[in-house]
């Protein structure tokens, strides 16, 4: 059995704010820490039937850049919730509010 590791260096300024957030990861191709100004994790907690999440975000990161990760996670959602529930109805559902999204929020030209 493989083992795959991926790991977050965050640097936080007095107020414990992220600075910076490096990432890296076994399997990813790329050697060494990459930057990033964002991560948003969930990770479902099977004995407590519940989601836990990790959200961070850099202070040097615009309104606009937030705007096109949260469009970019709802589409990947979407394929997602597809491919892992063959739940095609719900899944165009999450997509069709995925682009209502990008176009209230002018991700979507």
């Not at 930057?35 to 975000?57: A, F, Y």
């Amino acid at each position: 059995m493989k083992n795959s590791e991926i790991k977050f260096n965050i640097t936080l300024d007095d107020n414990r704010m992220p600075e910076t957030i490096k990432w890296q990861a076994d399997d990813s191709g790329i050697v060494g820490e990459k930057d990033c100004s964002s991560v948003m994790i969930s990770i479902w907690d099977p004995k407590d039937s519940c989601t836990l999440r990790i959200d961070l975000w850099t202070k040097k990161m615009m309104v606009e850049e937030m705007q096109h990760l949260y469009y970019e996670t709802l589409r990947s959602m979407a394929d997602t919730y597809r491919r892992s529930t063959n739940d095609e109805k719900a899944a165009e559902e999450i997509a069709a509010f995925a682009q209502r999204f990008g176009k209230m929020t002018g991700v979507l030209k």
